[in-house]
């Protein structure tokens, strides 16, 4: 999970290397083609899994929906919001949105432990948020509800996956299944914003980049911990993401970071090594 959060925290820095392509296009692209990877790869999987999975149709539905809205969101998100801004609206309100996902639907309680490392974690993205690019109050609202957005389509799909999983799917049928058809949705998408990429070859090596190393590789990394971690714990493991994030929007983009800031960072952490404790023992 932390590596996936590593890998996922790239993608707005990197996307501030391809000028010509707007968020749109960058988005289709690294979902769109990643989740095509994420497909193709599990092939023998999905073949093995084939019952199952026909057995499923709404959730794989609902999970691929959501796949799709959420790099569409993300990115144009973060890009009326900034870098560091955009990323930790939409991945602090991921844990949120994935306990009421869970707790309305699937009746999980949720414990102390949940709420301490949670709580801590929110705490540092909202600090993170104040702390960096110039604050949240100076940001587009448009572009925090589309962050909001954003997290919601990304709990849904964590929680789709983890569904098909419990059910018996393995983790790459269950992540090829569901990204896979989220990939062809976004096609569309990538044909009608994609013209960038094919004329700038900076461009292009960006979008092979957001496909290749943070969707594909994430995501293969993100499916094999989802395996043994709750949706609503895995949402909370990635609020390493943006950590990740800001420290490259600062380091590298230019993007303020503040005492707040680093603040959000250190809650984070805290709220990581929360969650890495072992549980006792009834």
Partial sequence: MLVAAILWGTTGTAATFAPHAGPLAIGAAAMGLGGLLQALIAGPQLRRDRVLLRGHPVLIGVGALAVAVYPLAFYAGMHLAGVAVGTVVALASGPI???ILERAIDRTPLDARWFAG???????????????????????????????LAGLA????TWAARRLMAAGCGSRSAMGAVFGIGGILLLPVLAATGGPFLQDPRDLAVGAYMAIVPMFLGY?????????????TATVLTLAEPAVAAVLAWAVVGERLGGLGWAGIALIALSLVV???PRARS
């Fill in 220 to 232: 293969l990394a993100f499916g094999a911990g989802l395996r043994t971690v709750p949706a609503r």
């Fill in 97 to 99: 949105f994935a306990a």
């Fill in 275 to 277: 969650f890495s404790l």
């Fill in 154 to 157: 990304y709990a849904v799909y």
């Fill in 118 to 148: 949670a709580g801590l974690g929110i705490a540092g993205t909202v600090l993170l948020a104040f702390g960096g690019h110039g604050g949240a109050g100076g940001s587009s609202m448009l572009g925090v509800a589309l962050a909001l």
